[in-house]
């Protein structure tokens, strides 16, 4: 059977402490026994496996961001980018030293769960989806939406994502930036704290202020609190199903009916105002954008993805010409903005420029010049295939290193 979902939140916070084999950790009602800890990485993981002193149960735990951490950011580019973070090698090895102590001690594999919170919440969904995880549960909490590394790494190593979609349950807080662009490996659970909910209230603009409260709702400690060593407040009244009950009955605003001088970021996380309509182009705009020119200059050549891309493009800017088209698409490729989670496209006709924005915090606005004529399909095509490569070549590199991980230390 799974822990209460509040032991995963206090086990997802004790891993960012360092932890020895056969220390205890002590949370409000339980108490559990470290019985491995992953051994120092130069890519900055962070996991352990801790036993519960009651019920013999194991948890896999895996540490989430650290933002001082250059490995750890360079291993969210990584789910973000190249499609699977470069700690994920250490990981499986953390989950199959989970196995191999369930079977020393004669446990059987459902006696296994597994947690994390953030890129930590990330790897535990890989975790589940390995195939010798069968049945094992996973509970995650702000976590980075896993399934596309998934589909990545099935090309080098079995996965099962299908399976691990029924046993992987993901908490996040509704306004948490990391966890809400990307698509997660099993059902998501909303919260919504008191504060949360006066601030954002369906309708409401939100204040400069607010950003900072963005980043808040990404922390662990919304979900337990180390100094009163208590689960989060959002445990005992969550907020969120009345804020969906309001924001479902009130109308949305068009984005052209902000007030004059609000940025238009603050529409953007929680996408309460609606989709900006705009009348038809100035004759300037329309000759910048190329809204005449005839055909698709070649995207059938484009990869998949690339093609969605395009194709989103298309519907938002259906002005544009295959020249820009194709031009927006390799800038935003290059920028990690995807079909899944473009956002927001603005035109600016004053200033003559367009800018796409990304779901994805990885995802780097894109702005372009319309002022400047659009390069040849040739070129944005050859830009698009410069990005492949070079993810290409790094995704090659976590292979490698997960395949030394496998094998184990040289002697």
């Not at 120092?40 to 962070?46: A, E, K």
């Not at 102590?101 to 990330?122: F, R, V």
């Amino acid at each position: 059977m799974p822990l209460p979902r509040e032991q995963y939140a206090f086990l997802s916070q004790s891993i960012y402490d360092p932890l020895t084999v056969e220390s205890e950790l002590t949370s409000d009602t339980r108490s559990f026994v470290v019985r491995y800890v992953s051994p120092p990485s130069t890519t900055n993981y962070r996991g352990a496996v801790v036993q519960d002193s009651a019920t013999n149960q194991l948890v896999v735990v895996n540490k989430g961001t650290d933002p001082a951490d250059i490995h750890d950011l360079v291993a969210d580019l990584g789910m973000g980018m190249m499609g699977a973070p470069t700690q994920w090698p250490e990981a499986a090895n953390t989950m199959r030293e989970a196995l191999r102590i369930a079977k020393a001690d004669h446990l059987p594999s459902s006696y296994i769960s597994i947690t994390g919170h953030s890129l930590g919440g990330a790897l535990a969904q890989l975790q589940a989806s390995l195939p010798e995880a069968a049945g094992i549960h996973a509970e995650t909490f702000n976590a980075y939406g896993a399934r596309a590394m998934a589909e990545s790494l099935s090309r080098i190593q079995p996965l099962d994502v299908e399976s691990a979609t029924h046993r992987v349950v993901n908490h996040r807080m509704h306004h948490d930036p990391v966890s809400r662009p990307s698509r997660h490996i099993g059902e998501k659970v909303h919260y919504m704290d008191y504060h949360d909910y006066q601030n954002h209230t369906p309708g409401s603009v939100a204040p400069l202020g607010e950003a900072r409260a963005l980043a808040a709702a990404h922390g662990i400690g919304n979900f337990w609190d180390k100094g009163l060593n208590r689960p989060g407040a959002v445990f005992a009244q969550n907020y969120f199903p009345e804020f969906e009950k309001e924001r479902k009955q009130r109308p949305s605003r068009p984005l052209e009916h902000l007030p004059p001088g609000v940025p238009l970021d603050l529409s953007a996380p929680w996408n309460l105002l609606g989709e900006h309509q705009r009348g038809p182009l100035s004759p300037a705009a329309a000759t910048a954008l190329g809204a005449t020119a005839p055909d698709r200059n070649g995207v059938e050549l484009l990869g998949r993805d690339t093609q969605a891309l395009y194709g989103a493009l298309q519907d938002r800017v259906p002005d544009a010409g295959p020249k820009r088209l194709m031009q927006f698409t390799a800038t935003c490729h290059e920028n990690g903005i995807t079909a899944c989670n473009l956002d927001r496209v603005h035109l600016n006709e004053e200033r003559m420029t367009i800018e796409f924005h990304g779901k994805s915090w990885l995802a780097t606005p894109a702005v372009i010049d319309l002022a400047r004529q659009a390069p040849e399909p040739g070129q944005s095509m050859q830009q698009i295939r410069q990005v492949d490569q070079q993810q290409m070549e790094i995704s090659r590199q976590i292979a490698q290193s997960a395949q030394l991980a496998q094998q184990g230390p040289v002697r």
